[in-house]
């Protein structure tokens, strides 16, 4: 730039000398921003987070799009294909009878337990999933049997949340029989049910062949008899 007289000094360029919006993203040369050149004050909560809530957003790069998206904590784990759910529930008294076990029946609180996701619910003995899917259903059972014959515990699921069938059942047959003193022997039992639906699809348990002296055990503070619900992935 042509000039009359002495050349001005240099003086260094400031940020009011720059017009609002002159400057766009085409000026910038790719991948020339580092994180020095990024205020740290720019980003909220710097320090580690040692949880994250289930609705809590998380940044994901879509490739196909060249992109950045955000996603919901538990979209983003269930995509992963990682467990989401485990329950573990107990008989918490002995039983004696004959029939459905409807009462008696608690979640494990005790002994470093911890529940994953949401969890089962149940109202007098029936088992309600918490969401669709493929899930492990478990059944350990501790049995006196003091006759001849095969005493036993079920797992019974239904569809259509009326007409429920055996899918497993635990046997304990005593070769002893006769005796009051026979020991105690436990068993288990294991079904994949594949809950398309959580208002059809339900489980419960019951007892089949108790005789005079059979007993389904139960402690409420050891699981002696419990059912374990694993959600293995998506239906």
């Given amino acids: 730039m042509p000039f009359i007289g002495n050349k001005p000094s240099a003086v260094p360029l400031t940020s009011a000398d720059i017009a609002d919006g ?18 740290s004050s720019i980003i909220t ?13 998380v940044l994901i790069y879509d ?10 904590r538990t979209n983003f784990v269930s995509g992963l294909g990682g467990l989401t759910e485990a329950d573990q529930w107990r008989l918490t008294t002995d039983f004696t009878s004959d029939a459905e076990i409807t009462s008696n029946l608690e979640r494990v609180d005790t002994y470093g337990f911890g529940l994953l996701g949401t969890g089962m619910t149940q109202s007098s003995g029936v088992f309600t999933f918490p969401s669709t899917g493929y899930w ?20 019974l699921v239904t569809t259509n949340n009326s007409t429920y069938n055996y899918s ?11 005796y009051a003193t026979e ?15 959580i208002a059809n699809v339900k489980v419960k348990f019951r007892t089949a062949a108790f005789g005079t ?21 998506e239906t």
Avoid: C
Avoid at 22 to 39: G, P
Avoid at 45 to 57: F, M, R
Avoid at 213 to 233: A, C, N
């Fill in 22 to 39: 002159i400057i766009t993203s085409a000026k910038i040369t790719d991948a020339t921003i580092t994180n020095s050149d990024v205020a």
């Fill in 63 to 72: 490739d196909s799009a060249s992109a950045l998206r955000k996603m919901t």
């Fill in 183 to 197: 020991p105690n022997a436990t068993g288990a039992g294991f079904s994949i049910v594949d809950v398309t639906d």
């Fill in 136 to 155: 492990l259903v478990m059944a350990q059972a501790t049995i006196l049997s003091n006759q001849y014959g095969n005493t036993l515990l079920g797992i």
């Fill in 45 to 57: 909560g710097q320090t580690a987070e040692t949880s994250i809530a289930g609705g809590d957003s």
């Fill in 213 to 233: 002296g059979s007993i389904l055990r139960g402690d409420t503070d050891t699981s002696v008899t419990s059912f374990i619900f694993i959600k293995l992935g």
């Fill in 168 to 178: 497993n059942q635990i046997r304990q047959g005593n070769a002893h029989y006769g």
